[in-house]
Every structure is written in C-alpha cells, then in structure tokens.
Nanobody
C-alpha cells in the first residue's frame, strides 16, 4: 500500500477530526500532497494541497477551518478539520503527485451529523 489514510469517523457538527496519510517511502520526486473528497452524488473535489516547497492551498469551502500539514520525518500528511459541517460529509482521499504519476489512497469516510 503506497498511501494509507486513516482518521475518519462520525462527528457532530462543530467538532474536529484529524486525517492522516502515510506515504510510502518508495514514492520519489513528490511535487505535492493533498486531500480530496467525494460526497454522495458529487464529483471528487480538491480540499487542500501542500507543495514540496511548503505552499498550501484550500478550497474556498474549507479555508479557515481546515489545515493541511506534513511531517517529512514520518512521511505523513495530515488534514486537521475543525468546525465541521454536515456538508463536509464525504469520503476523503489522500493524493500524492509525483514527477511520474499520481497516487491515491483508499479513502476514509467522514460523516458529520447535524
């Protein structure tokens, strides 16, 4: 398994969760790591991304509530999600963009109850 995501679950609106994605050390020349999500009946969308240089970008819908970070020593990327809303309910996928290809994790379900 090259990307192993974890941390999803059920949380009430206003709550917090932290997603983690362990990235295999076999993946080289990484340009960016990110999180995407796909809600039922909707297309997959970018949530947050962090480049190899440390720059970050967020979807407008999560900016100010979510924070992406990484621990290079652990080869792990995180998504801290605060003030969760029911519309954040989705399967969250971690993503790695390397020089040769794009990798996807298996997805972790986040359910936010109202």
């Amino acid at each position: 398994v090259q990307l192993q995501a974890s941390g999803g679950g059920l949380v009430q609106a206003g709550g917090s969760l932290r997603l983690s994605c362990a990235v295999s050390s076999s993946i080289f020349n990484i340009n960016a790591k990110g999180w995407y999500r796909q809600a039922p009946g909707k297309q997959r969308e970018l949530v947050a991304i962090i480049t190899s240089g440390g720059s970050t970008n967020y979807a407008d819908s999560v900016r100010g509530r979510f924070a992406i970070s990484r621990d290079n020593a652990k080869n792990t990327v995180y998504l801290q999600m605060n003030n969760l809303k029911p519309e954040d309910t989705a399967v969250y996928y971690c993503n790695v963009d390397s020089a040769t290809r794009t990798y996807w994790g298996q997805g972790t379900l986040v359910t936010v109850s109202s």
